[in-house]
């Protein structure tokens, strides 16, 4: 029966996938991103139940990858176009359609080459483009920023992100043993932290958690700029 225990947390996670799908559909932005955001801890958690309870299965591996579609592709596709981008026209029904596929594509590299990379993720990992939209999406609604007032950002940054999804851009995995992180990157890393925090201070939880993923989503491209830099040095 052990083994139920992480499969209940990953199917948890598409619960509240399908609850932020919901919410959009009813207007409801905010509890649309925080039900994102609560699908991150509840995809967090089923894989570290499974190691600690020796339970780990192809089912549950499979489990999860169909689960993080929903949760952080479709979910946040959903809420991105129907938050901003339908004001877009075809646009917007791009943007939105090809955040989803983008994280489609990302989940299906990362399980056939689960043997072959080790120490960091190819590509920036689906829930955090995911967490990207919902946190973003928080911190608009309470600085009450409208997005489209800021002509083609928004849509060209849904694509932006996922097109880091599906790059070879690396990103760490905090694990350990990954690749050199320098010195350059996480001075603009803590720089970039700082200033989404100083100039959405008037609402510092949204503007920490954007902060948070929108630094780490930056932070890989520069890290991997450097780190191309530092090899065709040689």
Request: glycine content about 8%; charged content about 10%.
């Amino acid at each position: 029966m052990k083994h139920l225990i992480p499969n209940i947390c990953t199917a948890s996670n598409l619960l509240f996938g399908m609850c932020s799908i919901i919410s959009t559909y009813h207007g409801d932005y905010f509890n649309a991103s925080i039900f994102i955001l609560i699908a991150l801890i509840a995809d967090g958690l089923d894989g570290r139940i499974a190691r600690a309870l020796n339970v780990v299965s192809e089912m549950g591996k499979e489990m999860d990858s169909l689960c993080d579609l929903g949760s952080f592709g479709i979910a946040p596709a959903f809420l991105a176009y129907s938050f901003c981008m339908h004001n877009y026209d075809k646009l917007g029904w791009a943007a939105a359609i090809i955040f989803a596929l983008c994280g489609m594509w990302r989940l299906a590299r990362f399980n056939v080459n689960t043997g072959n990379v080790h120490g960091y993720f190819m590509g920036l990992a689906i829930p955090s483009g995911g967490c990207i939209i919902a946190s973003t999406t928080l911190l608009f609604l309470a600085q009450d920023i409208h997005p489209e007032n800021y002509g083609l950002v928004y849509p060209v940054t849904v694509i932006v992100i996922a097109y880091l999804m599906v790059s070879h851009v690396h990103y760490p995995d905090f694990k350990g043993g990954g690749e050199k992180i320098y010195l350059f990157p996480k001075i603009f890393a803590a720089v970039m932290f700082a200033a989404i925090i100083f100039f959405a201070r008037d609402s510092i939880l949204q503007a920490i958690i954007t902060a948070g993923f929108s630094t780490y989503a930056v932070f890989g491209i520069v890290n991997s700029l450097f780190a191309l830099m530092n090899r065709n040095d040689y």
